[in-house]
């Protein structure tokens, strides 16, 4: 069980019925594969715990877990809208020229005609000509090397995520 001197929101998270628990972690991250074994390892006593339990289930996930995760994920410079979320990870687009947008877009439809999904980046905290440079940068990939950086890319965004969800 978990102490007093786990982080509230965390003590928060812990206490949540299972179906509430599970609804966040798939906010987080759209694989229920991944947002199972998240549930099922609860309660987590220090946040580095769970982070350490989201990176461990995405390291195991397969395929197909990876393309529901990825499915979840709107394209870059255009965010889901009513989306709060997507909205503040592509903060960094909401400036960019109109010539940069139709770059992004025609990058990202290439892309996704290359590889069968979305192209998908940590975009907190990037600018959107960095986000541009990413995606010409790896459409050259072969698909066995895109698949292991979308891996960690997803990773970083669930940290990023699970932090978010431990702050309320």
Not at 4 to 20: I, V
Not at 134 to 155: C, F, K, S
Not at 159 to 166: C, P, Q, T
Request: proline share 5%; hydrophobic share 40%.
């Amino acid at each position: 069980m978990t102490s007093t001197s786990t982080p509230p929101g965390l003590r928060r998270f812990n206490a949540l019925e299972e179906q509430a628990a599970l609804a966040e972690l798939l906010e987080a991250c759209s694989s229920t594969a991944w947002a199972g074994r998240l549930l099922a390892e609860r309660p987590y006593d220090t946040a580095e715990a769970l982070y350490a339990a989201g990176d461990a289930a995405m390291a195991d996930l397969t395929t197909a877990d990876l393309e529901e995760a990825m499915a979840g994920h709107p394209p870059i410079g255009r965010p889901k809208p009513g989306d709060p979320t997507s909205g503040r990870e592509q903060r960094g687009m909401a400036g960019a020229s109109e010539e940069l947008k139709a770059e992004m877009l025609e990058l990202n439809l290439a892309y996704q005609e290359k590889f069968g999904h979305v192209f998908l980046i940590c975009a907190t905290g990037r600018t959107a000509e960095q986000m541009r440079d990413a995606v010409r940068e790896r459409i050259g990939n072969t698909p066995e090397r895109e698949r292991e950086i979308v891996r960690a890319e997803l990773g970083k965004i669930n940290r990023i995520r699970l932090a978010r969800l431990l702050e309320a």
